[in-house]
């Protein structure tokens, strides 16, 4: 052990980061374990090339400039709005796939909703549904109603439709998310096929690229970003089982494709039949869900070409003549593909991640960093910030991609992100609420129904997974409020 250890330090030495060791001597056996281990965990080679690239990437000479970004080309772009005709088709070939067991789910689920006045994770959050059901719940029922609305009339011997759900979550949130499932008995989908994961960390760093101690026996680390999801899914799922990952797993399962998305939508629609459809359709290896950005003040990032690739050009990058730029036949901002964080992958392009990853750079976030003085051994809080955390975005992976698809939706039929403490006005838990109601009462009245004013009616996604099933209401006027879980409920609201 003594000899590993030695070589360990040797590593960091090497590679300018020998000074994380400067405590050793100091430390007892169990806190010389924890700093190796931590140590062993993380590839200094790659984090110092990690910060390297990052810092040539936030120099001057990369910043975008007015030629460099260009609106997606129109052969790329698909709408369920201007052709909406089309979602039947793009929907049959989606529910195909899932019905054929080729689609999994990735769910982007790190975050706390310290914002929301919580410190559980962000999925455990109810919005004040009628029903008090929480984010991770909608979502599961949305794919438990999707597998029986996938399998459709098959024959009753025929094997039951799975999509598996692979979650990831960080080092904060990983155990009470564990936790919030089982208690929930995993919300009636098999334990079998909810996966769990975690993105990964990286050092803090000082602004000459030094790592920060936390402590005397602990390195100062912070998340990747939701991008860390493309290590994330080739890391090991457990220490017991180093060559099982989530990219194993799913190709054991047969998935060719996978929808991925933030956990903090109400309304996003869990493996999107039409939007999956529509990817598989265009033989895409990556694709974009995105809806219309009406307003240029608005703070999202929009898809576009950068230097001829596709990438997200965020609202504080794009310049004022083009953010406000419109067309000349319709009115519309020329860059109005707002970005939503709502993906489509191929399994075999999330393989091929790990071969360009290196030339991805990581984005620089300049932070106050409590850290260990080297000298002193005391912690330092600093009042202003003093160095570093990089991050990486889950849209990096576009400008790499050799087929990539847009698909622009109704932002009210599938976009309504929690973001802001309740009461705010914008995307709190009131206007997810408003959002989610108001969608379902739509289909209701597409599906025949009359909605008797000042009624309020929830559907579990048990009942509908996006507006399907609901013949039942034709011609029926619904005058009581409360929560439908089964299609016979609507009899007792007439």
């Not at 129109?74 to 909406?84: C, I, Y």
């Not at 402590?215 to 680390?221: P, R």
């Not at 009406?294 to 576009?304: F, L, Q, Y």
């Not at 000349?328 to 991640?353: C, M, P, Q, W």
Request: with cysteine.
């Amino acid at each position: 052990m003594a000899d590993q250890w030695a070589a360990l330090k040797e590593l960091y030495q090497s590679q300018g980061q020998g000074h994380v060791f400067t405590f050793w001597d100091q430390l007892d056996s169990e806190q010389q374990a924890q700093l190796a281990t931590q140590a062993h965990s993380i590839d200094p080679i790659r984090v110092n090339n990690i910060f390297k690239t990052a810092i040539e990437a936030d120099t001057p000479s990369h910043n975008s400039t007015n030629e460099e970004i260009l609106p997606p080309p129109t052969d790329v772009v698909g709408s369920t709005v201007s052709t909406p005709e089309k979602a039947t088709q793009w929907e049959k070939v989606g529910l195909d796939a899932v019905k054929n067991g080729q689609v999994g789910v990735l769910l982007m689920a790190g975050g706390q909703g310290t914002r929301l006045g919580s410190s559980a994770p962000k999925g455990c959050y109810n919005i004040g549904l009628p029903s008090q059901k929480s984010l991770f719940q909608l979502q599961a029922e949305r794919i438990k109603r999707l597998q029986v609305f996938a399998k459709g009339d098959s024959a009753a011997g025929e094997s039951e439709v799975v999509v598996p759900w692979y979650i990831m979550t960080s080092g904060p949130t990983r155990g009470p998310t564990e936790a919030f499932f089982k208690e929930n008995d995993y919300f009636g989908l098999d334990k079998a096929n909810v996966i769990f994961f975690e993105q990964g960390v990286l050092p803090c760093f000082t602004n000459d690229g030094k790592f920060f101690l936390d402590t005397k026996s602990t390195l100062a680390v912070a998340p990747d970003g939701n991008g860390g999801i493309y290590a994330g899914l080739r890391a090991p799922l457990s220490p017991s089982t180093p060559d099982s990952s989530v990219l194993t797993d799913l190709a054991s399962r047969g998935i060719k494709y996978l929808h991925a998305y933030c956990v903090d939508n109400c309304l996003v629609r869990v493996a999107d039949p039409i939007f999956l459809g529509y990817c598989i359709s265009r033989d895409a290896d990556c694709g974009a869900k995105v809806v219309k950005k009406t307003n240029p003040a608005e703070s999202v990032g929009v898809v576009a070409l950068r230097g001829g690739k596709f990438g997200v050009v965020e609202y504080s990058e794009i310049p004022a003549e083009l953010s406000q730029a419109t067309e000349k036949e319709t009115g519309d901002l020329t860059f109005r593909a707002a970005n939503i964080a709502n993906h489509f992958y191929t399994l075999s392009f999330l393989e091929s991640v790990a071969s360009f990853e290196s030339a991805m750079a990581f984005h620089i976030a300049r932070k106050k960093i409590p850290h260990t003085d080297l000298e002193t051994g005391e912690i330092v809080k600093p009042s202003k910030p003093n160095g570093m955390k990089l991050e990486q975005f889950v849209f990096d992976v576009f400008p790499f991609t050799k087929n990539f698809a847009i698909l622009e939706v109704g932002r009210e039929t599938d976009f309504s992100p929690l973001k802001n403490a309740p009461g705010t006005g914008s995307d709190d838990p009131e206007t997810s609420r408003r959002d989610l109601l108001s969608e379902q009462k739509r289909w209701l009245v597409e599906a025949g129904a009359k909605i008797a004013e000042g009624v309020e009616i929830e559907l579990s996604p048990l009942v509908s997974y996006a507006g399907e099933g609901l013949e039942k209401v034709k011609g029926k006027t619904l005058s009581k409020s409360g929560i439908v879980d089964k299609v016979e409920g609507f009899d007792k609201l007439a």
